[in-house]
């Protein structure tokens, strides 16, 4: 019968892909120690960009802007 290939045909061709989350504050703080930072200082999510503010190991300070929509890092700094 031709009706159940034509009909997952027309279903896989209606599919819609799943919208991605925001980020929020644990992905966060899971890239900032992904980044090197040990210690946080300050997270805030302010205008759709969070920033965060902390010191890795050898007590540099690290800034870094994520867009909290997309998790993409839109500044990382690192103070030597």
Do not use: C, Y
Request: hydrophobic share 45%.
């Amino acid at each position: 019968m031709r009706v159940t290939p034509v009909f997952l045909t027309l279903s896989l061709g209606l599919a819609v892909p799943a919208v991605a989350q925001p980020i929020d504050i644990e992905d966060i703080r899971a890239m900032a120690f992904d980044k090197g930072i040990v210690k946080l200082k300050e997270v805030e999510l302010d205008d759709g960009t969070w920033k965060v503010e902390g010191v890795d190991a050898s007590g540099h300070e690290i800034k870094m802007k994520v867009d909290a929509r997309s998790g993409a890092i839109v500044k990382l700094k690192r103070d030597d």
